[in-house]
């Protein structure tokens, strides 16, 4: 029991004295914290007056770069009222000056003023004298000086225009020979002289008889498939197709021949022959209309342009193969094009084309201008290919370097000495044309029409007519022959003014 309060007392005495211990640390740390309360509270004022002084400072050096900038802008602004003020005093300078400059002006202009009254009266005074001294009012003095002046401006004008031309016309001839020689000679090509009528031979002349068949039944049938004429006469061994359609007329041949060298001859034999002949020249047509495609080097042409382009094959124009004829205005007009610097493509291409519309001008209505480009067009040609088709004659003014060459060459190729025959009844007319066109106009003693009319040669009255009138006269005649004639080549007009004088001695 006793050790038991012992262990008690032990216990309680411990616990006691860690109270105690405990207790002091509580104080110790009380009183530390105290004291380090108080030392914070002293830093912190202590950084509160240095963070004050601080701002002082700043706010100090702010305020002294604010004047410091405000004294220089001041200083500026003085300099550029200074400059302004200078500038001032100059306009008001120059606005004087330019015052007393008007000023004087003014005086200036009052006695040009002065002057030119005074001048006027003595040109009054002076024209007055000069009419009394001549006879002649101011106005007939000024007609009879214009009238001189225009007569001397006539001959002045005309001899300057005969210089001129004869120096362009020496010049442009060297040059043209030069092109058109080597265009010439770099393009030759064979001409044919074809006709209307194909004449087919036969083995003997009992054939005509199988020709014609029972009561005519064999040549009816022939001639309602083809659309052609058999000529059937006394010529032995010979019958002669007749047709303005020369693809017509090239069926009923081969038609014929295939008939002939087969020797059954009858309608039904007939209307197979025809359908296998006509099968034959619409594949020849658009074999040479690609070979003249591919001759000429044209690419991405409309196939049916080319197939209407190989039936000019079978069509002629005076006696000349007009395909052949295309093909040769389209190397000529290439060649000059290459010559001069124009687009060579579309030289050859409307070369090629242009008298396209001559395929279908004898089974549709129109000129075959017209029909050319219409078929251009709806082919799908440029507006250039177009153009120069419809000036190729002169229907309309040429206005590109290419339609200009085509029409060149078009005309080298036809008017070329061979290359077309005219029928007579047409030569008649193209004289009689000149030779009207000449005696239109005054002063005209006599004309005449010469070289197969590639020349005119004009007599004219020398008393009407000096050099110069005469030199204006053949041109003008030459004019007048372009505008209202179409022909092959060139004609020549040649003005001849003679004079006479005659005495007889008695």
């Given at each position: 029991?006793?050790?038991?309060?012992?262990?008690?007392?032990?216990?309680?005495?411990?616990?006691?004295?860690?109270?105690?211990v405990?207790?002091?640390?509580?104080?110790?740390?009380?009183?530390?914290?105290?004291?380090?309360?108080?030392?914070?509270?002293?830093?912190?004022?202590i950084?509160?007056?240095?963070?004050?002084?601080?701002?002082?400072?700043?706010l100090?050096?702010?305020?002294?770069q604010?004047?410091?900038?405000?004294?220089?802008r001041?200083?500026?602004f003085?300099?550029?009222?200074?400059?302004l003020?200078?500038r001032?005093?100059?306009?008001?300078?120059?606005?004087?000056?330019?015052?007393?400059?008007?000023?004087?002006?003014?005086?200036?202009?009052?006695?040009?003023?002065?002057?030119?009254?005074?001048?006027?009266?003595?040109?009054?005074?002076?024209?007055?004298?000069?009419?009394?001294?001549?006879?002649?009012?101011?106005?007939?003095?000024?007609?009879?000086?214009?009238?001189?002046?225009?007569?001397?401006?006539?001959?002045?004008?005309?001899?300057l225009?005969?210089?001129?031309e004869?120096?362009?016309?020496?010049?442009?001839?060297?040059?043209?020979?030069?092109?058109?020689?080597?265009?010439?000679?770099?393009?030759?090509?064979?001409?044919?002289?074809?006709?209307?009528?194909?004449?087919?031979s036969?083995?003997?002349?009992?054939?005509?008889?199988r020709?014609?068949?029972?009561?005519?039944?064999?040549?009816?049938?022939?001639e309602t498939?083809?659309?052609?004429?058999?000529?059937?006469?006394?010529?032995?061994?010979?019958v002669?197709?007749s047709?303005?359609?020369?693809?017509?007329r090239?069926?009923?041949?081969?038609?014929?021949?295939?008939?002939?060298?087969d020797?059954?001859?009858?309608?039904?034999?007939?209307?197979?022959?025809?359908?296998?002949?006509?099968?034959?020249?619409?594949r020849?047509?658009?074999?040479?209309?690609?070979?003249?495609?591919v001759d000429?080097?044209?690419?991405?042409l409309?196939?049916?342009?080319?197939?209407?382009l190989?039936?000019?094959?079978?069509?002629?124009?005076?006696g000349?193969?007009?395909?052949?004829h295309?093909?040769?205005?389209?190397?000529?007009?290439?060649?000059?094009?290459?010559e001069?610097?124009?687009?060579?493509?579309?030289?050859?291409?409307?070369?090629?084309?242009?008298?396209?519309?001559k395929?279908?001008?004898?089974?549709?209505?129109?000129t075959?201008?017209?029909?050319?480009?219409?078929?251009?067009?709806?082919?799908?040609?440029?507006?250039?290919?177009?153009?120069?088709?419809?000036?190729?004659?002169?229907d309309v003014?040429?206005?590109?370097?290419e339609?200009?060459?085509?029409k060149?060459?078009?005309?080298?190729?036809?008017?070329?000495?061979?290359?077309?025959?005219?029928?007579?009844?047409?030569?008649?007319?193209?004289?009689?044309?000149?030779?009207?066109?000449?005696?239109?106009?005054?002063?005209?003693?006599?004309s005449?029409?010469?070289?197969?009319?590639?020349?005119?040669?004009?007599i004219?009255?020398?008393?009407?007519?000096?050099?110069?009138?005469?030199?204006?006269?053949?041109?003008?005649?030459?004019?007048?022959?372009?505008?209202?004639?179409?022909?092959?080549?060139?004609?020549?007009?040649?003005?001849?003014r003679?004079?006479?004088?005659?005495?007889?001695?008695?």
């Amino acid at each position: 029991m006793n050790s038991a309060l012992l262990v008690v007392a032990i216990v309680a005495v411990a616990l006691a004295a860690v109270v105690v211990v405990q207790r002091i640390k509580y104080v110790g740390l009380e009183q530390q914290s105290k004291k380090d309360l108080q030392n914070f509270k002293e830093k912190e004022t202590i950084l509160q007056k240095e963070a004050m002084i601080k701002a002082k400072e700043a706010l100090h050096n702010e305020r002294e770069q604010l004047n410091e900038d405000e004294r220089e802008r001041r200083r500026e602004f003085a300099q550029i009222e200074n400059k302004l003020n200078k500038r001032e005093d100059l306009i008001e300078t120059k606005i004087q000056e330019l015052t007393d400059k008007e000023v004087d002006l003014d005086k200036r202009k009052d006695q040009l003023i002065e002057r030119e009254d005074l001048l006027d009266e003595l040109i009054q005074k002076h024209t007055t004298e000069l009419e009394r001294i001549a006879g002649l009012t101011t106005d007939e003095a000024k007609k009879i000086l214009m009238e001189q002046i225009k007569n001397d401006l006539a001959q002045e004008q005309l001899q300057l225009i005969r210089e001129n031309e004869a120096k362009i016309r020496e010049d442009a001839l060297e040059k043209s020979k030069e092109i058109l020689t080597t265009t010439m000679q770099r393009c030759m090509m064979e001409q044919v002289v074809e006709s209307t009528v194909s004449v087919v031979s036969l083995p003997n002349d009992e054939m005509k008889g199988r020709i014609i068949g029972r009561e005519g039944r064999n040549i009816r049938t022939l001639e309602t498939l083809t659309g052609v004429d058999l000529i059937i006469d006394d010529t032995p061994e010979a019958v002669v197709l007749s047709s303005f359609d020369p693809v017509r007329r090239e069926i009923a041949k081969i038609a014929l021949e295939k008939l002939i060298q087969d020797g059954r001859i009858h309608p039904v034999r007939i209307e197979e022959t025809v359908e296998k002949s006509t099968e034959e020249v619409e594949r020849k047509i658009f074999k040479e209309g690609e070979n003249a495609t591919v001759d000429m080097g044209i690419m991405g042409l409309n196939k049916e342009l080319i197939k209407t382009l190989g039936r000019l094959y079978y069509r002629t124009s005076y006696g000349q193969n007009v395909l052949k004829h295309s093909l040769e205005v389209g190397h000529i007009a290439g060649m000059l094009a290459a010559e001069i610097g124009a687009n060579v493509a579309v030289a050859k291409r409307a070369g090629l084309l242009h008298d396209i519309g001559k395929a279908v001008d004898q089974t549709q209505e129109g000129t075959h201008i017209q029909l050319g480009v219409e078929l251009a067009a709806r082919y799908g040609e440029k507006q250039e290919i177009l153009h120069a088709i419809e000036a190729h004659h002169g229907d309309v003014t040429a206005n590109t370097i290419e339609a200009v060459l085509v029409k060149l060459a078009d005309a080298i190729s036809a008017g070329r000495p061979g290359a077309r025959r005219d029928t007579l009844e047409i030569y008649i007319k193209r004289l009689q044309k000149i030779e009207e066109i000449v005696n239109g106009y005054e002063g005209i003693k006599q004309s005449f029409a010469v070289q197969a009319g590639r020349e005119v040669r004009v007599i004219v009255q020398s008393e009407i007519f000096d050099d110069l009138a005469s030199q204006k006269l053949a041109r003008d005649i030459a004019k007048k022959i372009e505008d209202e004639l179409d022909y092959p080549g060139q004609i020549k007009v040649t003005v001849v003014r003679e004079f006479r004088t005659t005495e007889i001695a008695k």
